[in-house]
C-alpha cells in the first residue's frame, strides 16, 4: 500500500547543526539582529509562506486526516512558491511530522503545563519552530522571531507571547543535550529501553515494539531496531518504475535520473521534480519505491505449473487479477508487463474514487493498449466467488497499518494504533482466501504489504493456508527471498519463505511479499 520526497534525517551525533543563516533572505525584515533586539515595529506580523504552507500541512494531517503527500503538492501550487521555498516548506513539514515524538519531549519540558492543553494550532507551530532550532541550518532568531509571526497570524497576538518563550527555552541547548535530558535512560537503574528509542528516534513505544518483533520474526537481530527506526527517519530517494514495454530504466537515467539499486525497471532522483523527465509526463514512468515495485515483479516471476500454455513452467499466463488496485502503482506496472506478454489485467478497487486514480495511473498503458487493462470498482473478497479458477496471477497489495512505510508517510506513525492490527487482520485473511480461489490449479498469488508486522503478514499467510489444509484445498508457499534473489538479486530478503525488505537494509520500504501457489 506505499507509493516523495521528504526532509534530511534528523542529526544523531553530539555536534549542534551550525545555525548559519538560511540563504536567500528568508525571515524577519532585520535578520542580523537577535529576536530580543528587533523594535515591536520591525518583527514580522504573519510568518513567511513557506513556513505557512508547513503550517497548513499539519493541521490538515490534524483536523482532516490528510496525507501529508497529497496535501503539500496542491499547498506549493496554490502559494506558488520557488523552488527554493518549496523545498524549505517540505523541509519543514516532513521534519515537524517526523520528529513530533522528539520535539513533544522537548517541548513539554519547555511548557508550564501538559501540552494536551495547548490549542492543536498553537502546539504545531511550536513543533515547526522546534524542527528550526533542533534540526536544520535556520539561524536561532529567525526560527524564533518567524515562529512567533506565524502564531501571531494563524493563532493570534495572545499565545505569541509564549510561542516566544517557549521557543526561546528550546534554543537554550542542542538536540543531544535536550535527549539527554528528556529521553528515559536506556540501560542503567530505571532503564527504559523503548521509551528512549521511542523519544530518541521519534516513534510512538508500541511502534517501537512493534518493529523489533517484526525485525526477530524476519530472522533479523533485534540489536538492528535502532537503526530501523533511525532509517524511517532519513530522507527518502524518489525512485521512479519505468513501465515495461513504454520506458526503460536507462532513459530515465539519460533524462537525468540515477539507476535504480535492485529493480529491473527502477531508477532514483536524489533530488528534482521528477515530472521534469519526459517519460513520467507521458504516463510512461511513475513514482514508485522500488520494494513496490519487486513485490509486483515478483508475482510475474514466480513459475506457474500446468501443461502447455505460456507460464514459467506450464500452463496458460494470460488473465491476471489485481484485488486491491489503488492507487494504482502495482497495476501499472501489471498491466505494462500483460501488454508485453500477451496477457490481460483485472484491476480491483472497491472505494470509487480510487478505482478513478487507478484510471489515471494506467493513462500511459491503455493509450497504447486500450484492450489489455479492465478497472472495476468492486470488492476483491468477492471475486474468488464470482470467478472461481479464472486468473493465472492474482496480486493482493492488502490493506495495513503502513508501519513499513512511515519514511514517505510520517504521520502515519502517530495515526495508527494497536487496534487497527486487529481490525485489518479479517480483511486481510478474506482478500487471501478470495485470491486463492480465485487463481486456478497451478497459478500463483502473492499476498503484499506494506508493513512488516508478523500480524499482518506471516500470520495471516500461516492461517489462511491452515483453513484450507483442513478443508482439503491444500496451497504451496513458495520460496520468495529465492525468487527476489533470482529477480534482482536481493539478498538478505528472508530466512524463511516470506520476502521481508528494510529500509536500513534495502534503502526500499519494509515491503513484505509471500507467494502462494494452488497444486494441480
Do not use: I
Not at 533530488?271 to 513520467?280: F, I
Not at 478513478?356 to 473478497?381: I, M, N, S, Y
Amino acid at each position: 500500500m506505499s507509493e516523495r520526497s521528504g526532509p534530511p534525517q534528523r542529526p544523531q551525533g553530539p555536534q549542534r547543526p551550525q545555525r548559519s543563516q538560511r540563504p536567500g533572505g528568508r525571515g524577519g525584515p532585520d535578520r542580523s539582529r537577535p529576536w530580543t533586539a528587533s523594535r515591536p515595529a520591525a518583527r514580522p506580523r504573519t510568518g513567511d509562506p513557506a513556513r505557512r504552507v508547513a503550517f497548513d500541512v499539519l493541521r490538515a494531517v490534524e483536523e482532516q486526516d490528510a496525507y501529508a503527500n497529497l496535501v503539500l503538492p496542491r499547498l506549493l501550487r496554490e502559494q506558488r512558491l520557488d523552488t527554493r521555498d518549496a523545498a524549505f516548506a517540505t523541509e519543514l513539514a516532513y521534519g515537524a511530522l517526523r520528529g513530533r515524538g522528539t520535539y513533544d519531549a522537548v517541548l513539554a519540558a519547555c511548557v508550564d503545563r501538559p501540552l494536551d492543553q495547548l490549542d492543536p494550532p498553537l502546539l504545531d507551530a511550536l513543533r515547526l519552530g522546534a524542527h528550526q532550532l533542533l534540526a536544520t541550518r535556520v539561524a536561532q532568531h529567525a526560527a524564533v522571531s518567524e515562529t512567533v509571526a506565524l502564531v501571531r497570524g494563524a493563532v493570534g497576538t495572545g499565545a505569541s507571547g509564549l510561542a516566544n518563550a517557549v521557543l526561546r527555552r528550546v534554543a537554550a541547548r542542542d538536540l543531544a543535550a535536550w535527549l539527554d535530558e528528556v529521553a528515559p535512560p536506556s540501560e542503567g537503574p530505571g532503564a527504559d529501553p523503548v521509551g528512549a528509542l521511542a523519544v530518541r528516534e521519534s516513534h510512538p513505544a508500541w511502534v517501537v515494539r512493534a518493529m523489533r518483533e517484526a525485525l526477530v520474526a524476519a530472522g533479523r537481530p533485534a540489536s538492528e531496531l535502532q537503526a530501523l527506526l533511525a532509517a524511517d527517519n532519513a530522507r527518502p530517494l524518489v525512485a521512479l518504475a519505468a513501465l515495461p514495454g513504454l520506458a526503460t530504466a536507462e532513459e530515465l537515467v539519460g533524462a537525468g535520473a540515477q539507476p535504480g539499486r535492485w529493480s529491473p525497471v527502477a531508477a532514483v532522483m536524489p533530488e528534482g521534480d521528477p515530472a521534469s523527465l519526459p517519460a513520467v509526463r507521458a504516463a510512461r514512468a511513475r513514482v514508485q519505491d522500488e520494494g513496490s515495485q519487486l513485490a509486483a515483479l515478483a508475482l510475474l516471476a514466480a513459475p506457474l505449473l500446468g501443461s502447455g500454455g505460456s507460464g514459467a513452467s506450464g500452463g496458460p499466463d494470460e488473465r491476471w487479477a489485481d484485488l486491491c488496485a489503488g492507487p494504482g502503482g502495482k497495476a501499472a506496472l501489471l498491466a505494462a508487463s500483460a501488454a508485453e506478454r500477451g496477457a490481460r489485467l483485472l484491476a480491483v478497487e472497491v472505494a470509487p474514487h480510487r478505482a478513478k486514480l487507478v484510471q489515471q495511473a494506467l493513462a500511459g498503458v491503455l493509450a497504447e493498449h486500450p484492450g489489455t487493462v479492465e478497472v472495476v470498482a468492486g470488492d476483491g473478497r468477492a471475486v474468488g466467488e464470482e470467478r472461481p479458477g479464472q486468473f493465472d496471477r492474482v496480486l493482493v497489495d492488502a490493506p495495513c497499518t503502513g508501519l513499513g512505510a512511515l519514511r514517505r508517510r510520517p504521520e502515519a506513525r502517530w495515526r495508527r494504533t494497536p487496534a487497527d492490527l486487529a481490525e485489518l487482520a479479517p480483511l486481510q485473511r478474506e482478500l487471501l482466501s478470495s485470491a486463492l480461489e480465485a487463481v486456478r490449479p497451478g497459478g500463483v498469488v502473492a499476498y503484499v504489504t506494506c508493513s512488516p508486522h508478523p500480524a499482518e503478514t506471516q500470520a495471516v499467510v500461516d492461517d489462511v493456508v491452515r483453513r484450507r489444509a483442513r478443508a482439503g484445498e491444500p496451497v504451496e508457499v513458495l520460496d520468495a527471498p529465492a525468487v527476489l534473489r533470482e529477480l534482482a538479486g536481493v539478498e538478505d530478503a528472508g530466512t524463511g519463505q516470506r520476502a521481508q525488505l528494510w529500509p536500513h537494509l534495502h534503502g526500499t520500504d519494509a515491503m513484505s511479499t509471500s507467494l502462494l501457489r494452488r497444486p494441480l
